[in-house]
């Protein structure tokens, strides 16, 4: 099985059929894309900031978040790194920020949201990745959307950015992406609108599942309803990527089950472009893909998909998984 696995290093992720997908890592601190690169990533789908801020005692300044984004950006050398700006609030605390305790963490003041209604601390960390762009592939990613509003706010502080590093000769990558996280079912059912004006999606099945179905994804009691396998969840997902595909924009995803080889099929079913899952699962994930060709996999799509319920769809999926 391991030496299986070995056969998959420095090759290209491809579908049976020879479709050719990306396979990207989701990563926490800069040292992390060192394990991203040893593990044969192609790229980074999810650089989760919030680590440079849990991490510290202080809110980290330009000049701090500037050196870790650039390292890892170097370390990538060239290759896609997707930063998600600040994802707090929810079950993730920061001390130093003194957030308000509220009754619902999860519905409430946390990621985009937080961040829009601190612009100023926002605009530093945004100023600290635009400049990071000048070293590689750097792409901006917005956690937590719900409306398209959430979208043009950061695309306009973008903007702001920009003009101002032209005034001052700072260098930034003037293609620098801003793409959406889609993780809430608020953003999934306007998948069609954000598609319009988002240079990319990448689905963060984790919160998706949980938004969802309505389950705490941290609640044992409820657990039993948290599955990416439930027919609301792979409906969500498959609209989402057909919203992408129709715009002709990417359509990734970042949640775990990117890396679930019973997953793996109906995302190559539905026209996934981008898989990003935890360095260590990248040759398991490219060696499952390489098994599955489109044609396979819309068969086995079709079956599930008319299944009305999820102990009958991971039935399907574990028999007809390919390890
Ligand atoms: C997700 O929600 O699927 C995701 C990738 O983000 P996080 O797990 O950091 O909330
Ligand atoms: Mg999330």
């Not at 027919?231 to 089950?257: D, Q, T, Y």
Request: with cysteine.
């Amino acid at each position: 099985k391991q030496s299986e696995l070995k056969g998959f290093l420095g090759k290209e992720t491809k579908t049976l059929d020879g479709d050719t997908v990306e396979l990207f890592c989701n990563i926490g601190t800069p040292k992390d894309a060192k394990k991203a690169i040893e593990c044969d990533g192609e790229g980074i789908g999810l650089f989760r900031s919030e680590f440079l801020f849990m991490d510290n005692n202080h809110m980290p300044t330009e000049d701090e978040q500037f050196a870790a984004y650039k390292e890892a950006t170097e370390i990538m050398g060239g290759k896609p790194v997707i930063i998600r700006t600040l994802d707090i609030g929810g079950d993730k605390d920061i001390p130093y920020l003194n957030m308000k305790k509220e009754e619902n963490p999860f519905l409430g003041y946390r990621a985009v949201r937080y961040c829009l209604g601190n612009k100023d601390s926002y605009m530093i960390q945004l100023r600290a990745i635009v400049r990071a762009s000048a070293f590689g592939k750097v792409k901006i990613m917005i956690p937590l959307v719900t409306c398209v509003d959430e979208l043009r706010a950061v695309k306009e502080l973008v903007e702001e950015i920009k003009k101002d590093f032209d005034e001052q000769g700072i260098a930034y990558d003037k293609d620098i992406e801003v793409g959406c996280m889609i993780e809430t079912p608020a953003a999934s059912l306007i998948a069609d609108i954000l598609a319009k004006e988002a240079d990319f999606f990448s689905i963060g099945t984790n919160d998706l599942t949980q938004y969802t179905m309505s389950v705490d994804r941290g609640n044992a009691d409820v657990a039993y309803l948290y599955s990416t396998f439930q027919p609301s969840v792979l409906r969500s997902i498959k609209n989402i990527i057909e919203c992408g595909r129709k715009a002709g924009i990417p359509v990734g995803m970042c949640g775990e089950a990117a890396a679930d080889p019973m997953l793996i099929p109906l995302l190559i079913s539905f026209g996934l472009t981008e898989f990003s899952v935890n360095p260590v699962l990248v040759l398991t994930a490219r060696c499952v893909i390489s098994k599955w060709s489109k044609e396979e996999a819309d068969k086995l799509a079709e079956k599930v998909m008319a299944l009305d319920n999820e102990k009958e769809i991971v039935a399907l999926l574990k028999e007809s998984a390919k390890e």
